[in-house]
């Protein structure tokens, strides 16, 4: 029988460049070129030849995903999507950040890989309301684990306790 789709994603909260996963999803910039938070640990961790690979593609609008090598982290593949930079809900954010959940997720199987660990997009320096975020990241994981089951695993991996604990909180409502 197919796995109950709450038993298919898990919520940590920890360093996503530490997660032993087939591709870890990085909250990037449209430059890729790294920057702070989750990027620049990305990229710290990853090593240099990972700057030098996204050098190559030339950036990606907001929404939208790009794929790279991993390097020297324990996850193969790092898709790298860019997140809306709230600016009070006036500007489509919503319909940008579920769609950089749809592209994760197409990146994802294109791939073919089976695990996927994605931090909480936008939440940070692009300040997006947090619950709002979550709310989004939520639905769209379930809606794409409702209609494909090449991925087996979805981890959320929360730096902090309080976007730990709205992902707890959100996943009781939305998936059980
Ligand atoms: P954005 O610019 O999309 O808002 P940020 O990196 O500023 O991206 O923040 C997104 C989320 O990632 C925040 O919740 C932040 O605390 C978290 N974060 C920062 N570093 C890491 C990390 N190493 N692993 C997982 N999450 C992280």
């Known amino acids: 029988m197919e796995k109950a789709l709450k038993d298919k994603i898990e919520i940590v909260q920890g360093d996503i460049t530490k997660m032993e996963v087939d591709a870890i999803v990085n909250a990037a910039n449209t ?3 790294g920057g702070g938070g989750v990027d620049g640990a990305i990229h710290r961790a990853a090593g240099p030849e990972l700057l030098a ?3 190559t ?11 790279t ?7 193969r593949w790092v898709i790298h999507t860019v997140g ?3 600016s ?6 919503d319909e940008l950040l579920a769609k950089c959940y749809i592209n994760s997720f197409k990146a994802a199987l294109e791939l073919g890989v089976a695990t996927v660990a994605f931090p909480s997009i936008s939440t940070g320096a692009y300040r997006f309301p947090l ?3 979550v709310n989004i990241a939520l639905r769209e994981t379930k809606f794409f684990l409702q209609h494909n089951q090449s991925i087996k695993k979805v981890m959320f991996v929360c730096f902090g306790g ?4 709205k992902y707890q909180e959100l996943s009781k409502e939305i998936f059980e």
């Open 131 to 133: 619950k709002r975020a």
């Open 31 to 33: 430059s890729l070129l």
């Open 69 to 75: 090598k991993g390097y020297r982290l324990p996850a």
């Open 162 to 165: 309080d976007v730990y604990k």
């Open 88 to 93: 009070g809900g006036y500007g489509e954010e």
């Open 53 to 55: 690979e996204t050098r």
């Open 57 to 67: 593609i030339g950036g990606c609008p907001t929404g939208e995903a790009r794929v």
């Open 84 to 86: 809306p930079i709230w």
